[in-house]
């Protein structure tokens, strides 16, 4: 069946249109397809701008109201690319100050300010290279993004885009375009050092720039005709130059694509996104022998796994074969020969989250998608401790397994081309007709050996997911929020024009739609659906193995397992705004976002007197309601009316954290005034005066304070609050209140049902939260509160949580028990202690205000 497209609307009816139409008839079950998305006219906006056809719906679009308070800065937040340029493209690239201390240096490898100029020099040499500016890290620095192709017309380089679109808006047709399979070219994308320390991968790729860009063979113009290859080249330039893991701003950048805070990953995800890579490789070290993905199980879920695991086990076999090849030897070289997880190891480096960047690459259409570990260790404790003649021959090694991993991948691709491209095509296609996926085995996936039921992981996708309107929807602010992240990632939403029913469920107009028939089905799933409980499936886990942005991200989210869908509706580029402020009285505003506590603090910072309600909310007075319209504009928050008193004031609170990168950013971004110290700090005479609260999770330690640090803080009189299992030990080698912290196992982690118990700390919060190395409380003094307990049952909803070895530890030893108390001390200090993670990673923004609000009730 044809796609249902919108009606065609002329600009004299254009007055019309905007309350009737164009709207998009979303199909009923037979359909193949959602409208195609569309294409806005003029410039480049990284959010706004979707892809697709042109459509009367994109040639006449009717005005939708302002964009929410996310999508204003997600703008200024994402990379944009020319896409009507043809290549080269060259761009004079700025050449950075030169830094002697650049951490490079002495392993012999390329200084971040030495990139540029190189850069610059192989653009004049050679047409085959352009450079563009993919974004900017945490500090500012240039994030290079060079193509290697052969050169291309304007008009050309169209053709190529419009291929890319039938490819994933109109797969169907694109699997018999023979245009498709003749003239489009695969792309490649090939990333680099996205965490700091793990140089090499960026040195082998501008080594393979510059052989691309000079060779005279056939061969290397071939590879170029049909093939464009993108290389990021260094995807965290503050870590190469500092010599760290994480970003400037703490950040492990391979673990955030689910929740894409940083400027970095936000960049990758947009190249991801635009240029739409069929193969992808991504560089890091050190394991020894080297590591060439695919994974152990468990497998993604959400992946249409038999035809990733069909390209990735070939092309790994290539890269191993490349590698091996080198001649590296252990007696020799100290080099072991390269490992495949999938067929060597049983578990322990799986592929089920989304946060890493191979992992989250198969959602934007990569059906091959590797993460190499070179041999060598270079970084960390060998960094300092080795000579550098012996770091420079590991660096050498290194940079060259790299380089044999990415000319294996250009071999794989150019070999493979057709069948790259017609399962990436496969791939689109059955998201967009709703197609079931294809379980994996010997049978379904030929050549691969050694597929059991271990490796089989599918699910269901539900007809729809609804995003509802009206009374419903919790929080109209993480709602706008949630549809942003979809929109950002490609998803296609649509918002109801008009009431709907669906799988028995009325909903109101205005109400956001996500069909679940779109080519990009997997990346919609993996942030909506609850997830799976994979306790009883592997012993332990990689990483996280919950991240629900459906359950934790703080809005109402609807699943319709099944049903017809039949809505009046019209495509969304971003949430329509949520502030506002009431015309009179003194006004109200919920605490129960991170972007209602910024705008609490805003007010707290100039001086407006606000109160607190006994539930958490904050009061008012009508005399700063202009600086409310700033801040209902700024954040997408509502001030609602009201004749409350408030119970007691609220105070600018400054905040002295002794906690993650992750928590002090989502502090930061709640508006909190935040001076990190430690053990070491607080020992060095720390000034306490003008400190509201200590807050705890990680780098204090109580019975390593000198005796005058802990009387100085006894004197401050500061509150405090604490995390996890450090946090409780604070408090309880500090004698502030009584309450036994019980860890349950250290590996656990994952979304949670939770009880809460309302008041000022969890008062309108959601029923579910995050835990990583859970904790729950035991007995509690006189005047401890319980604020929240975990669920009874089992409540784990998905990741990974098992009883230890010992048999305890487990989720039915937490189940019913309190996992956030309160109280206050004897001498009158106010404490909070949390065994959940509400801050982790800047990811679970519906249990952010839990914390904001402990650190305001003091």
């Known amino acids: 069946m044809g796609i249902s497209r919108p009606v065609l609307v002329t600009t004299a009816a254009f007055a019309v249109a905007v309350l009737l139409a164009p709207v998009s008839a979303t199909a009923s079950p037979g359909a193949t397809a959602l409208p195609a998305k569309p294409v806005p006219s003029g410039g480049s906006d990284p959010v706004r701008e979707r892809g697709g056809s042109d459509s009367a719906l994109a040639r006449a679009r009717p005005y939708l109201g302002p964009p929410s308070a996310t999508a204003e800065a997600l703008r200024h937040q994402s990379p944009s690319f020319h896409r009507d340029l043809g290549y080269p493209r060259h761009t004079a690239l700025r050449t950075p100050a030169v830094n002697p201390a650049d951490k490079s240096i002495k392993l012999g490898l ?10 610059n020099a192989l653009q004049k040499r050679s047409d085959r290279v352009s450079v563009e500016i993919a974004g900017k890290s945490a500090t500012g620095r240039d994030l290079y993004l060079v193509t ?10 169209r053709d190529q885009e419009r291929m890319r679109e039938r490819i994933e808006n109109e797969p169907v047709s694109a699997a ?16 680099n050092n996205i965490h700091g320390n793990e140089w090499e991968g960026t040195d082998a790729a501008l080594k393979l720039i510059e052989e691309l860009a000079t060779a005279k063979d056939a061969g290397t113009a071939g590879l170029l005709a049909k093939n464009r290859i993108y290389l990021n080249v260094t995807a965290n330039p503050d870590g190469r130059v500092a010599g760290t893991r994480a970003n400037a701003n703490g950040f492990d950048l391979n673990r955030d694509f689910i929740t894409a805070s940083q400027p970095e990953s936000r960049a990758i995800r947009q190249l991801a996104i635009d240029k739409q890579p069929a193969v992808m490789l991504d560089l890091h070290g050190y394991v020894n022998g080297t590591l060439i993905e695919p994974t152990t199980p468990p497998h993604g879920e959400n992946y249409e796994y038999d035809l990733f695991l069909k390209n990735s086990y070939a092309n790994a076999l290539g890269m191993e074969k490349a590698v091996n090849d080198l001649g590296y030897t252990a007696e020799k070289d100290g080099v072991r020969p390269a490992e495949i997880p999938f067929r060597d190891q049983a578990e322990g480096w799986d592929d089920w989250p989304p946060i890493f960047t191979p992992q989250y690459m198969p959602f934007q259409g990569a059906v091959a998608s590797h993460t190499i570990e070179f041999p060598m260790r270079v970084n960390n ?45 496969e791939t689109f296609r059955r998201g ?9 085995s010997e049978e379904t996936v030929p050549g691969v050996p050694g597929i059991g039921p271990e490796d089989v992981y599918t699910t269901t996708f539900p007809r729809a997911y609804v995003i509802p309107a009206g009374e419903r929807q919790r929080s109209a602010t993480a709602a706008a929020r949630l549809v942003d992240h979809l929109v950002a990632n490609d998803v296609r939403v649509e918002r109801a024009v008009l009431p709907f029913r669906l799988a ?18 997997g990346i919609a799933n993996v942030i909506l659906a609850e997830g799976r409980d994979i306790s009883p499936d592997v012993s332990a886990m990689y990483d996280i193995s919950g991240w629900s942005l459906g359950l934790l991200w703080g809005a109402t989210v609807d699943k319709a397992v099944s049903g017809e869908l039949r809505v009046l509706s019209r495509p969304v580029d971003a949430a329509s705004a949520t502030g506002s402020v009431a ?18 603090n805003a007010l707290l910072a100039q001086g407006v007197q606000v109160r607190r309600t006994s539930d958490g909310a904050a009061i008012v007075p009508a005399s700063a309601r202009s600086k409310a319209r700033v801040l209902a504009d700024r954040h997408g928050v509502a001030f609602t009316a009201t004749h409350e008193r408030g119970v007691a004031p609220l105070k600018r609170t400054r905040v002295a954290a002794a906690v993650t990168s992750g928590e002090q950013f989502a502090l930061r971004e709640m508006g909190f005034d935040v001076v990190p110290v430690s053990t070491s700090v607080l020992n060095a005479g720390f000034d306490w005066s003008g400190t509201d609260v200590l807050m705890v999770s990680a780098g204090l330690s109580h019975a390593a304070l000198t005796p005058a640090a802990r009387d100085a803080f006894r004197a401050s009189g500061a509150g405090v609050v604490g995390l996890g299992a450090d946090g409780a030990a604070f408090t309880g080698a500090a004698g502030l209140i009584q309450a036994t912290a019980v860890e349950g196992n250290g590996d656990a982690n994952g979304v949670v049902r939770v009880s809460n118990a309302g008041g000022p700390i969890t008062g309108g919060a959601p029923g579910h939260t995050f835990v990583y190395s859970p904790v729950w409380f035991t007995g509690l003094g006189t005047g401890v509160r319980v604020d929240q307990s975990y669920g009874t049952g089992n409540p784990l909803v998905s990741g990974h949580w098992r009883a230890t070895a010992e048999g305890t530890g487990g989720p039915a030893d937490a189940a019913g028990r309190p996992s956030v108390v309160s109280g206050t001390s004897a001498s ?19 249990a952010f205000a839990q914390i904001g609000r402990a650190l305001l009730n003091r």
């Open 432 to 440: 967009a007709t709703g197609a079931a996926q294809v379980p994996v």
């Open 828 to 846: 009158g200090t106010p404490v909070a202690l949390f065994g959940t993670e509400p801050l982790f990673r800047n990811h679970p923004k519906g």
């Open 148 to 157: 290697v192709t052969e050169p291309e017309s304007r008009h050309e380089a």
């Open 110 to 119: 390329i200084p971040y300010h030495s990139i540029a100029p190189r850069l």
């Open 381 to 425: 404790s060998s960094y300092d401790s080795l000579p550098v003649e012996e770091l420079r021959r590991r660096s050498a090694i290194n940079t060259g397994i790299a380089g044999a991993a990415m000319r294996a991948t250009l071999d794989y691709t150019r070999a493979n081309r057709a069948s790259v491209i017609a399962d990436q095509i």
């Open 176 to 191: 018999r375009d023979r245009r498709i399979k003749s003239e489009y070219k695969t792309p490649v994308f090939i990333n």
């Open 583 to 600: 015309r009179h009285g003194d006004l109200k505003l919920r605490l129960d976002d991170p972007r209602e506590l910024a705008a609490v």
């Open 504 to 521: 028995g469920r009325t909903h109101p107009a205005g109400s956001y739609v996500v069909d679940m028939r779109q080519p990009k089905r």
